[in-house]
C-alpha cells in the first residue's frame, strides 16, 4: 500500500536540542511539503521541495531546515533557533503543482 | 495577513440535513482551491477541487461551489451523515509564480452531525 509514513509518532525535545522529523514516501511523488499545525488554527507551510536536490522556504521557515536527497524522503530539522518548536508537525506529498496532497498522520512535538 | 480564511470555527446539523461549509480568498492569483477531510490525530485527507476555470464541481455527496467575483467557495454535503464529523479545511493554490506548488490553509470549520 502507498503512502507517507512520519516517524515518530510523539517526540519530545530538550530546549537547546536539535531534533529530525522523518517524513517517507512510497507514491513516487515529485512534490513534498512541510506543515506546522497550532492548535485552533490551519495548516502553515515551513518548506516544500518540487524535486529531489531542490527545495524552497514556506512561510515560515525561521528555524527549520530540510534536505532532499532521496526523492522518497524529505526530513525536517527543528534547530534550537527555533524557539516556539510544540506543535503538530504534518508531511504531504503531491505528484506535480496543483495537485491533492496526500498526508502522513503527523509528528507531535513538545518541549521538555 | 490571512488569505484564506474560514469564518466558521463550528458547524452543527441533523443527520440527513444539508451541511454547508464557505471559505473566502483574497488573493486573486489563486486558480485551484481543495477541500481536505481531518479526523483527531490523523493527516487530512484529500475530499475535492476545483479549478478557477468551473464554478461546481460534484462528487457524490459532495458539491465544491466557486463564485470568482466574490472570492468565496463552499463545500455542499447532501445528505449529511454521522461519519462526515470532522475538521474541514479550505485550500488554495496557483500555477503561476508566485504561487506556484504552495498551498494555503483556512483554519477548519468543525463539522459535527448529529443522529
Redesign the interface.
Given at each position: 500500500d502507498g503512502g507517507?509514513t512520519?516517524s515518530p509518532k510523539y517526540l519530545f525535545r530538550k530546549e537547546g536540542q536539535n531534533v529530525t522529523l522523518s517524513c517517507e514516501q512510497n507514491l513516487n511523488h515529485d512534490?513534498m511539503?512541510w506543515?506546522r499545525q497550532d492548535p485552533?488554527?490551519?495548516?502553515?507551510?515551513i518548506y516544500?521541495s518540487?524535486i529531489v536536490n531542490d527545495f524552497?522556504k514556506?512561510d515560515i521557515a525561521e528555524g527549520y531546515s530540510v534536505s532532499r536527497e532521496k526523492k522518497e524522503s524529505f526530513p525536517l530539522t527543528v534547530t534550537s533557533a527555533q524557539k516556539n518548536p510544540t506543535a503538530f508537525y504534518?508531511c504531504?506529498s503531491s505528484p506535480g503543482?496543483?495537485q491533492?496532497?496526500?498526508?502522513?498522520?503527523?509528528t507531535r512535538l513538545s518541549i521538555l | 495577513d490571512q488569505q484564506?480564511k474560514?469564518n466558521s470555527?463550528s458547524l452543527s446539523v441533523q443527520e440527513g440535513r444539508i451541511s454547508i461549509l464557505n471559505c473566502d480568498y483574497t488573493n486573486s492569483m489563486f486558480d485551484?482551491f481543495?477541500w481536505?477531510k481531518k479526523y483527531p490525530?490523523?493527516?487530512?485527507?484529500?475530499l475535492i477541487?476545483i479549478s478557477s476555470i468551473k464554478d461546481k464541481n460534484e462528487d457524490g455527496r459532495f458539491t465544491v461551489f466557486l463564485n470568482k467575483s466574490a472570492k468565496h467557495l463552499s463545500l455542499h454535503i447532501v445528505p449529511s451523515q454521522p461519519g462526515d464529523s470532522a475538521v474541514y479545511?479550505c485550500a488554495a493554490?496557483g500555477?503561476v509564480r508566485t504561487n506556484?506548488?504552495?498551498?494555503?490553509?483556512?483554519?477548519?470549520t468543525t463539522l459535527t452531525v448529529k443522529p
Open positions: 507517507i512520519q512534490a511539503y506543515y485552533g488554527q490551519g495548516l502553515r507551510l516544500y518540487q524552497q514556506g504534518l504531504a503543482f496543483n491533492p496532497q496526500h498526508f502522513g498522520d503527523g | 484564506v474560514q470555527p485551484y481543495l481536505y490525530a490523523e493527516g487530512p485527507t484529500f477541487s479545511f493554490t500555477t506556484a506548488g504552495k498551498s494555503t490553509f483556512g483554519d477548519g
